[in-house]
């Protein structure tokens, strides 16, 4: 397992890592500590062992601030002076130890590729330019999905112009897109994308299953423990021998694609049009005829179905929240529900307990810590839950 050493850190130009002066079987030892103590009321879970990370290039995504100018540019992170919320600086991270050597090389290429195509960096402080994101998605292929987010399509004419000599040099870039944010505002990314290259999915393959990723789709950005996790969420499905489940917050549909093969009948459920896009691709792909997917709110879907007696209603249901977690009313929904077991799988441990707070009719049996984010204090917890009447 490779060891974390970052110059960044050590310099204090980037503390994101605050965790890495901590010796790593510490940091997985406190994670799991810290969930347990948070379901300590729940005295029979069986904790299963914790998956650990590899400490150094395992971030399969990078979401870079674009500063500088278009001949220096500089892919990293800002810094903001004391006392001057305006006034920034941009630290260079494209060799930061999270990303592999070729992941590292990409950024630097990247950073020639503004320069070339002559697209000028975004000005927080003047409000001028256009590129104010890089964000890069690695495949376990080594195959790049690469979005520049502008601020217009000043310079979308130009890219395109650039962009063939480009992917020639570096093929393993096989989906390039712009994302169009216009507002002065801390958001990512806009609505409208425009895909400049052929191909519109990068293929994440994951526990056998090639999942199609479209420019705004979610994934993990640990791929390696991704596959983890949906292998113990199979594990016990297979346990439950349910005939039909709902797989929530589906994302790219990791889940219901590998629980598929274990039910009569699937419905993945997730609010991006663009993640229900890229399910429905991998699962014509495979030819997988018992899953459906549909772009709704899971809220919103499970009020469809409230109080419904449908003998056909799901036995087991899966849920993968974003942190807030699922809420209340889903909470509810869940324990009033038809499913004998729910599988919930949590980025947030505190919101995940709270949640479980409203499920008194679905007992936690089983858990496990999956380490997403190494050198952080976050981490992934999905647990087992069974119907206790």
């Known amino acids: 397992m490779d060891v974390m050493h970052c110059h960044h850190f050590d310099a204090n130009r980037c503390q994101s890592c605050a965790l890495l002066r901590t010796e790593y079987e510490q940091q997985l030892a406190d994670k799991e500590a810290h969930a347990r103590s948070l379901l300590r009321e729940y005295r029979d879970i069986d904790w299963l062992p914790a998956v650990a990370s590899a400490e150094a290039g395992f971030r399969n995504k990078a979401k870079m601030v674009v500063t500088g100018t278009m001949h220096e540019p500089v892919l990293g992170i800002l810094e903001t002076r004391p006392g001057n919320a305006t006034q920034t600086t941009g630290i260079d991270l494209h060799d930061c130890p999270l990303y592999n050597q070729p992941m590292q090389d990409l950024l630097t290429h990247l950073a020639a590729f503004i320069t070339t195509a002559q697209v000028e960096p975004y000005n927080l402080a003047t409000r001028r330019g256009e590129l104010k994101y890089v964000l890069v998605t690695q495949s376990p292929d080594d195959e790049y999905l690469v979005r520049f987010v502008l601020r217009s399509q000043e310079s979308v004419t130009r890219l395109r112009k650039h962009l063939p000599a480009f992917l020639a040099a570096h093929p393993q870039v096989v989906v390039f897109s712009v994302n169009l944010q216009p507002e002065h505002k801390a958001i990512l990314e806009g609505e409208r994308e425009i895909i400049l290259t052929e191909r519109e999915t990068l293929t994440m393959r994951v526990g056998g299953i090639p999942l199609n990723l479209r420019p705004q789709s979610f994934f993990q950005t640990n791929t390696p423990i991704a596959a983890a996790l949906y292998a113990q969420a199979r594990e016990w499905a297979q346990r439950s021998a ?148």
């Open 242 to 389: 349910p005939t039909h489940a709902w797989d929530l917050f589906c994302g790219v549909g990791g889940f219901a694609l590998h629980l598929a093969p274990l039910v009569e009948k699937m419905t993945g459920i997730e609010i991006s049009a663009d993640a229900i896009a890229s399910a429905r691709q991998t699962a014509r792909d495979l030819g997988i005829t018992n899953l459906e997917f549909d772009a709704l709110d899971a809220t919103a879907f499970s009020r469809t179905h409230a109080g419904s007696k449908d003998v056909d209603g799901p036995q087991l249901i899966v849920v993968n929240p974003p942190r807030r977690g699922i809420g209340q009313e889903l909470a509810r929904f869940l324990n009033a529900s038809p499913a004998h077991t729910v599988i919930y799988s949590s980025c947030n441990a505190e919101t995940l307990v709270r949640d479980l707070a409203h499920m008194p009719g679905l007992r936690p049996v089983a858990a496990r810590v999956l380490d997403m984010f190494p050198h952080t204090s976050h981490y992934e917890v999905i647990v087992l839950l069974e119907r206790t009447e």
